[in-house]
Each structure stands twice: as C-alpha cells, then as structure tokens.
C-alpha cells in the first residue's frame, strides 16, 4: 500500500484546511498522525471502515474530522478552527499490525505534508 498526502499550507488560527491521503490499496483501518519539531509523533484521529468507528486525540475533538471516499479510496482530514499549536508535519498511516487503535502499530506510511498555522 502507499500512501500520499496532499493538502497542507499555511493558514491563520481559527482557518480551515483539509488534508487528503491518496492510498493505493485497500485498508481497512487508516489514520493520521503528526509530529512538531522537537516533539514525539502523536496520533490524530484513526477510521476503521468495517467496524464503522472513529476516535480522536482529546486535542482535536470537535475541530477534526476523519472521513473517506471509498469509490476514490482517498483517506481526509478536515481541520477547522486550528490553533498554532496544530502546526506539525502530518502523516496518513494505514494497515495496522494489532488492532485499530491510535497506539497500534502501522505498517504503511506517507510521506507527510507540513501544516503551518500562523
């Protein structure tokens, strides 16, 4: 499976951005993640498509949103009312070895898109 991101920039707090990931095969559980300079890489939000449920990092809920287009098997993050705090390199992940879960570990990654609030 490979995985490539597309949609990041730079946007003022409160703005809008909408992340996309563009997957080349089929997987079930799909997430995405980021990493600040200077920080751990920490999970955003993750979607499983069987099991019809998605969570999210205390930090983002009710301004994120996971969300997939099957028929362009197109994995997105939309992000409203982001703050400087969300300024990190995001990256789409997908194919978990154990589980569907923010802390499982994944098999697949992108290659990340930069996220700039300012």
């Known amino acids: 499976v490979q995985l490539v991101e597309s949609g990041g920039g730079s946007v003022q707090p409160g703005g809008s951005l909408r992340l996309s990931c563009a997957a080349s095969g089929y997987t079930d559980c799909m997430a995405w993640f980021r990493q600040a300079p200077g920080y751990e890489r920490e999970g955003v939000a993750i979607m499983s498509i069987l099991g019809s449920r998605t969570t999210y990092a205390d930090s983002v809920k009710g301004r994120f949103t996971i969300s997939k287009d099957n028929a362009k098997n197109t994995l997105y993050l939309q992000m409203n009312a982001v703050k400087s705090e969300d300024t990190a390199v995001y990256y789409c992940?997908?194919?978990?070895?154990?589980?569907?879960?923010?802390?499982?570990?994944?098999?697949?990654w992108g290659q990340g898109t930069q996220v700039t609030v300012s």
């Open positions: 992940a997908a194919g978990p070895t154990i589980g569907c879960w923010l802390d499982s570990p994944f098999a697949y």
